[in-house]
């Protein structure tokens, strides 16, 4: 039975003041059980079994939607992030989830206007597979890769009549003006901002990652109604505290009577690394202590060569680990770095931290003060923030936590702590799984 006037009004109060959250993501929340014939739809240029982080996140959370009995449908391209030549299977279902894979052109990451091609493609063939997929009532859930996606999905949403909700992993183009990779003049700039606003503010909600971000797009007139902090997570089933010495990959490389200082991830445009390539070179005299770096991005080879150039010898690459080894890589350090240029503070939150936290280690952030990461660390006491280009007070803090094992060991208890309160999977999924169970309520006018 349709809900009364007064009802509805105090639903919507309600949920109001529950649009900001960080703590208990379901606060001020009532449980409005989903329409059976209501289901989900995900769009993201990789799901599974690509391991980016994007692609684990929505992997991630599709199957907690399906183990809580939504019907779960993604869209997604054929290719692999580190592998655009390959061609995944059309359609599958996977742990419950319907995956729809458009073909798109496959250049790759290598060029700019290769990857432009890609993006093109991408929402040429996804408006397509929208139109033909949708149906009045769904929930449409879209992400931000390819980049502003929200404009695509936006009229096709009011076309087809079904509730949209933009999950904001960052936002452009403030990113690639930001890094001085922008295509197009500020006029069209601008056009895209005021385009992409738009699509925020026709949006049933919006998930953000962090405060920063917040504040920035309810300074552009979305209304702070339609704003919902939703920070990313690890899976705390996968990544589970140990102390270094069980790391299998720390005792492989033969680091066990090592200080290991790790950077786990992707180290892309958005990154720095000049402040840490100064704090190892003054380091470099003190054999005990060592920089691990694990992963890959565009700036990987430049650190390499930059480490080569230096002479340096307390750096060790390796290539990515498998998610299933993650628990071990991780617990090889004894500290882990991230890492932010501070005028992409409010567009990128760095994901890697919620894995770092799982793991019970200290973090130190290499970025802004008042960045969205530096303010999670200060609230946990887990960790310590540097300033990018303070090198002196980075090879400082890398002494001090050197010596202080003790010191290690409390940042990295207090890590996992605020790990659990915050940042689990469990967590996550049923934070989304109230907010679509209340657009479906809308939109089925339940």
């Not at 606060?27 to 799901?47: H, L």
């Not at 290769?114 to 949708?134: E, H, N, P, Q």
């Not at 209304?223 to 997570?233: A, E, H, T």
């Not at 290991?260 to 005299?285: I, K, M, P, Q």
Request: hydrophobic letters at 45%.
């Amino acid at each position: 039975m349709p809900q009364s006037r007064r009802g509805r009004q105090h639903w919507r109060r309600n949920w109001a003041r529950s649009s900001v959250i960080l703590g208990n993501q379901n606060d001020g929340m009532m449980a409005v059980q989903t329409a059976p014939s209501t289901r989900i739809i995900f769009v993201n240029r990789y799901y599974d079994p690509d391991e980016s982080a994007t692609s684990q996140l929505l992997t991630d959370l599709a199957r907690g939607l399906v183990e809580k009995g939504f019907d779960v449908h993604v869209i997604a391209s054929r290719q692999l992030y580190v592998e655009p030549q390959a061609t995944l299977r059309a359609n599958e279902n996977l742990a419950g989830v319907q995956i729809h894979r458009i073909a798109t052109t496959k250049f790759g990451r290598a060029r700019l206007t290769g990857r432009a091609m890609d993006y093109l493609s991408f929402y040429l063939s996804c408006a397509v597979k929208l139109i033909t997929l949708l149906r009045r009532n769904d929930v449409l859930v879209v992400k931000t890769d390819p980049p502003m996606l929200s404009i695509i999905a936006m009229p096709i949403a009011k076309l087809r009549g079904v509730r949209l909700i933009n999950w904001q992993q960052d936002v452009f183009p403030e990113v690639a003006e930001r890094l001085g990779a922008s295509p197009w003049p500020p006029i069209l700039g601008r056009l895209l901002k005021n385009l992409r606003d738009a699509s925020l503010r026709s949006a049933a909600m919006n998930i953000l990652l962090g405060e920063r971000m917040h504040e920035y797009l309810a300074s552009r007139g979305v209304p702070v109604s339609k704003l919902r902090i939703q920070p990313n997570w690890a899976d705390e089933t996968a990544i589970r505290p140990k102390s270094p010495g069980a790391s299998r990959l720390r005792v492989s490389l033969g680091l066990a009577d090592h200080f290991v200082v790790c950077y786990s991830g992707n180290l892309g445009r958005a990154h720095e690394f000049d402040t840490l390539v100064s704090a190892a070179e003054a380091l470099d005299s003190e054999p005990t202590i060592v920089f691990l770096i694990i992963g890959s991005g565009a700036k990987m080879e430049e650190l390499k060569r930059t480490v080569a150039a230096r002479a340096l010898t307390n750096f060790q690459f390796i290539e990515f680990q498998p998610r299933a080894a993650l628990e071990d890589s991780l617990a090889a350090a004894d500290v882990h770095l991230v890492s932010l240029m501070p005028d992409l503070e409010g567009f990128i939150v760095p994901s890697k931290l919620y894995g770092i936290l799982a793991a019970g280690r200290p973090v130190i952030f290499l970025g802004d003060a008042d960045g969205e990461t530096a303010r999670v660390i200060a609230r946990g006491q887990c960790g310590l923030h540097v300033d990018v280009g303070d090198s002196k007070a980075l090879t400082s803090a890398l002494r001090e936590l050197a010596q202080d094992r003790d010191g290690r060991a409390t940042m990295g208890l207090r890590a996992h702590s605020l790990f659990a309160r915050n940042f689990t999977r469990e967590r996550a999924v049923e934070g989304w799984a109230e907010l679509i169970r209340h657009t479906a309520s809308e939109s089925t006018g339940r």
